[in-house]
Antibody, heavy 120, light 106 residues
Framework: QVQLVQSGAEVKKPGASVRVSCKAS????????ISWVRQTPGQGLEWMGW????????KFAQKFQGRVTMTADASTSTAYMELRSLRSDDTAVYYC?????????????WGQGTLVTVSS | DIQMTQSPSSLSASVGDRVTITCRAS??????LAWYQQKPGKVPKLLIY???TLQSGVPSRFSGSGSGTDFTLTISSLQPEDVATYYC?????????FGPGTKVDI
């Protein structure tokens, strides 16, 4: 069965960077993009971007342009999201997600979420 | 970018009630609209895609309709386990924006 397992919770100081991993299993990694979505405390879902695990093509929400990096390692079926210059309002649960069908961006599978806390 | 709005932001209904949630896109998105359910402390779960196609395993009391800019999610007979926040999401092109959510209580 499809599984996305994310790395554990992180606590970071303002200005630091965080890298969250998402290890995929149960399907052919290169056949699906991995997207990242975050949820700030008590708030809704915010789409951050996606990376093609086949071509390395990426697309980011304008809000995160220049501050986010997404990578994918097909040898370990793991995707990574790095967010730099962290601020307190980056405190959120970060999710990786996989399409229900290839390149549809309908998220049928989600990781368990990684809480990133930004605090001095 | 296309903006997504939902109404109401929250509602309270009784078990067995018919519940309708509306999602509106600021520009037409054809039928590229999905609905997700998120229970407290849980991961979002896909309910409906292509505006009206039920995801496998989702109870038939959930249904979706609409096209273009106006969409609805209907729960035909509200159950206690349906307490959750419901989000719509556009996916015709990036950014794949989510609506602000509708919280449903019993």
């Amino acid at each position: 069965q499809v599984q996305l397992v994310q790395s554990g919770a992180e606590v970071k100081k303002p200005g630091a960077s965080v890298r969250v991993s998402c290890k995929a299993s149960g399907y052919t990694f290169k056949n699906y993009v991995i997207s990242w979505v975050r949820q700030t405390p008590g708030q809704g879902l915010e789409w951050m971007g996606w990376i093609s695990t086949y071509s390395d093509e990426k697309k980011f929400a304008q809000k995160f342009q220049g501050r986010v990096t997404m990578t994918a390692d097909a040898s370990t079926s793991t995707a990574y999201m790095e967010l730099r210059s962290l601020r307190s309002d980056d405190t959120a649960v970060y999710y990786c997600a996989r399409d229900r069908d290839p390149y549809t961006y309908v998220y049928g599978y989600w990781g368990q979420g990684t809480l990133v806390t930004v605090s001095s | 970018d296309i903006q997504m709005t939902q109404s109401p932001s929250s509602l309270s209904a009784s078990v067995g009630d018919r519940v309708t949630i509306t999602c509106r896109a600021s520009q037409g998105i054809s039928d590229s609209l999905a609905w997700y359910q998120q229970k407290p402390g849980k991961v979002p779960k896909l309910l409906i895609y292509a505006a009206s196609t039920l995801q496998s395993g989702v109870p038939s009391r959930f249904s979706g309709s609409g096209s273009g800019t106006d969409f609805t999610l209907t729960i035909s007979s509200l159950q206690p386990e349906d307490v959750a926040t419901y989000y719509c999401q556009k996916y015709n092109n990036a950014p794949f924006t989510f609506g602000p959510g509708t919280k449903v209580d019993i």
